[in-house]
């Protein structure tokens, strides 16, 4: 019941508060929305910062890490886990389904969708503005996914991430 009260709280006044830093209110704001995460998530670390906007659905099955953030109106699944220390930019949008469309008989839109996909983010991560991630995808800990980068398939530890679709760029 108390998940409930704040997943009402979260999406019905703080999700629309101003972002962590806007000045005076930014700080009040963040604390509003890690007490929310607190109480909505299965596990969440110290000093999360979840920003303005951002969309997780009932958030029951995340896990998030300490000194890790969900960026500026983000959308990231229920079933996540995120590691510690990771920087997430506004606008990244993390995918656990696709939709099916094996068959050309029926319309793609009646065929439904895959099964749910776990998707994982290392410690001491650095996720860029705009970056989607595909179902299933693991970013491993140290790596750093460049702004727009589209990532379909997974990479080594610290490894530096861009392109559409995602490619190594280099390894840290």
């Known amino acids: 019941m108390i998940r409930i009260f704040f997943l009402c709280l979260y999406y019905g006044l703080f999700r629309f508060f101003p972002n962590s830093n806007f000045p005076l209110l930014g700080k009040f704001s963040k604390e509003f929305r890690y007490i929310c995460a607190k ?15 951002a969309w997780f659905g009932h958030g029951r ?17 229920n079933n996540i886990h995120i590691g510690s220390n990771v920087m997430m930019g506004p606008d990244v949008h993390i995918l656990i389904r696709d939709h099916l469309f094996t068959r050309t008989d029926i319309p793609m839109i009646a065929q439904g969708f895959t099964e749910n996909k776990l998707c994982i983010i290392g410690d001491d991560v650095w996720i860029g503005m705009n970056v989607i991630m595909l179902p299933g995808r693991t970013i491993k800990r140290g790596t750093i996914i460049a702004a727009g980068a589209v990532l379909t398939k997974d990479f080594p530890e610290y490894s530096v991430v861009g392109g559409n679709p995602g490619k190594l ?4």
């Not at 109480?39 to 670390?45: A, K």
């Not at 099955?61 to 890790?68: A, F, K, L, P």
């Open 61 to 77: 099955s995340i896990h998030i890490g300490d000194n890790s953030g969900i960026g500026i109106n983000a959308i990231v699944p």
């Open 169 to 172: 760029i280099k390894t840290r």
């Open 39 to 53: 109480n909505i998530f299965e596990y969440c670390g110290k000093n999360v910062n979840v920003e303005r906007g």
